[in-house]
Structure formats: structure tokens, C-alpha cells
């Protein structure tokens, strides 16, 4: 897969991902937010601004480790990052 394409599977991914994000509000006024569809990802901010980048730093990490480490991934809008790479020719590429 060319690098480019492979970047757009990301950003989609990481996109639908946080379509998923369910935020709530704190008693002590912070805010949390966590996407349910991927185990773990959770993040707290004093402002939902704040809570919404610091969830998606979280979930980048979350996913490029998975990535890495050959992790089962949620299925996202139809983006199934557990498949494997095509390989062309003899010996795979």
C-alpha cells in the first residue's frame, strides 16, 4: 500500500474513532471522554477542548501501539486495520 493511502486509512480511522467519542462532565466541573469502541481510550480536560485533544493524542498512541504490537483493532466505518497487506510478485514483493 502506497504511504499516502496508507495515511488516509489513519485519518479516517482516527476520524470515525472520534465520532464515537461520549463525553461527560465531572462533579469537580472537569470533563472526561472515552470512546467505547476501543478499549481503554480514555482522557480527562478542564475544558471539553482540552479533553477533546487529549483524547485523540490518547487514541493515536492507543492505535499505533495496536498497530505495532499486532493487537485485534475495532472495526471503524468499515475500516478493518486487522487485514493483512497484499504482497505482489515472488517471495511478496
Known amino acids: 500500500m502506497r504511504r499516502m493511502g496508507t495515511q488516509l486509512v489513519l485519518n479516517d480511522y482516527l476520524r470515525a474513532a472520534m465520532g464515537e467519542a461520549v463525553y461527560d462532565k465531572l462533579e469537580d466541573g472537569r470533563i ?4 467505547p469502541s476501543c478499549p481503554g481510550v480514555i482522557a ?34 468499515g475500516i478493518d486495520l486487522n487485514l493483512s497487506p497484499l504482497r ?3 517471495g511478496g514483493g
Open 32 to 35: 472526561s471522554g472515552r470512546i
Open 88 to 90: 505482489s510478485g515472488p
Open 44 to 77: 480527562f480536560g478542564a475544558t471539553l477542548r482540552a479533553c477533546e485533544e487529549e483524547l485523540q493524542s490518547t487514541l493515536e498512541e492507543w492505535l499505533f501501539v495496536g498497530l505495532k504490537l499486532d493487537h485485534s483493532l475495532p472495526v471503524l466505518a
